[in-house]
């Protein structure tokens, strides 16, 4: 079992800033790739990052690539997400997984993961 805890989200302006972080423990940390994904009132959780277990790929939305970072400390068995110009589109509940290695489901799927935080809520105002 893997058990994460996202925290950092709240309340911003459109073209701040925030960073989420997300706190793994139970099995090793660094032998799971993780991902971001967000889900607003009414739609689907939709994909927004991935990192592999070893930081050396990573994958984003369209909709966020060039704005926000994805990063992992396997020390701290932490992953990031870094938003910058954050826009009120971005506004959900944002969630943190953790996909096994064993998984062959699209790690742009929510079923590409196999542990998921409860979730922490970004409002960004216009």
């Known amino acids: 079992q893997v058990q994460l805890v996202e925290s950092g989200g709240g309340l911003v302006q459109a073209g701040g800033s925030l960073r989420l972080s997300c706190a793994a423990s139970g099995r090793t940390f660094s032998s799971y790739a993780m991902g971001w994904f967000r889900q607003a009132p009414g739609k689907e959780r939709e994909f927004v990052a991935a990192?592999?277990?070893?930081?050396?790929?990573?994958d984003y939305a369209d909709s966020v690539k060039g704005r926000f970072t994805i990063s992992r400390d396997n020390a701290k068995n932490t992953v990031y997400l870094q938003m910058n110009s954050l826009k009120p589109d971005d506004t959900a509940v944002y969630y943190c997984?953790?996909?096994?290695?064993?998984?062959?489901?699209?790690?742009?799927?929510?079923?590409?993961?196999?542990?998921w935080g409860q979730g922490t809520q970004v409002t960004v105002s216009s």
């Open positions: 990192i592999s277990w070893s930081n050396s790929n990573t």
């Open positions: 997984a953790a996909r096994h290695y064993t998984n062959s489901h699209s790690a742009r799927s929510t079923s590409g993961y196999d542990y």
